[in-house]
Every structure is written in C-alpha cells, then in structure tokens.
C-alpha cells in the first residue's frame, strides 16, 4: 500500500522540542523529494521543509535555524527535528512525497 504515516506530534511549552517522524511504504522512498508542510487554523498550507532526491534541503525563513529535516533511506523514513518551538508553529503537519502523495498529518501545539 503507497502511504505515508507520520508520528510524533504533541503538546509543548514555547522552547521546547519535538521529533517528527513520517514513514513511507509502497513506493520507492530515495527517488522523490520528501517534504514537511503545516496548516495552522485558518491559514494555507505552507512548506516548511523539504528534503530534495539530491541531497539538498531547503526551509521556511520562519523555521531556518531550528528545523532540521533529515532521511533514513535504510528505514524509509524522513524526520523533522524541532527546536525552539514558538506557539506560532502550531499547526498540523503534514509528509508530502514529490508525486503527490500526503500523510494525515500530525498535531503539533505549542503553548506559550
């Protein structure tokens, strides 16, 4: 089955750090740009970072210095590591794979 499931979302206090995971099964995970995008309430969806098939990763402004995304292509897995987390990341986050296929997202809040 092509799906992707990520996990790791939560409730934090402003500055703290949360580890979200996104695991892909049913496609070949190495050849698409692995993505994380969020949605807060009322806003669009927007890309917070995205991890291309070559290697490079790009960010939101909003986030560049506190989110790390990386890949397990072993585990078939993308992360995004969240440091310093303000209430304004709060949103629900989603995996996208470059083909078009999304997680169901995961909710992260921040409290302040």
């Known amino acids: 089955q092509v799906r992707l499931v990520e996990s790791g979302g939560g409730l934090v206090q402003a500055g703290g750090s949360l580890r979200l995971s996104c695991v892909a099964s049913?496609?070949?995970?190495?050849?698409?740009?692995m993505s994380w995008y969020r949605q807060a309430p009322g806003k669009q969806r927007e890309l917070v970072a995205a991890?291309?098939?070559?290697?490079?990763?790009n960010y939101a402004d909003s986030v560049k210095g506190r989110f790390t995304i990386s890949r397990d292509s072993a585990k078939n897995t993308v992360y995004l590591q969240m440091n310093s987390l303000k209430p304004e990341d709060t949103a629900v986050y989603y995996c996208?794979?470059?083909?078009?296929?999304w997680g169901q997202g995961t909710l992260v809040t921040v409290s302040s």
């Open positions: 996208n794979a470059g083909f078009g296929l």
């Open positions: 049913g496609f070949t995970f190495g050849i698409y740009d």
């Open positions: 991890f291309r098939s070559g290697g490079k990763t």
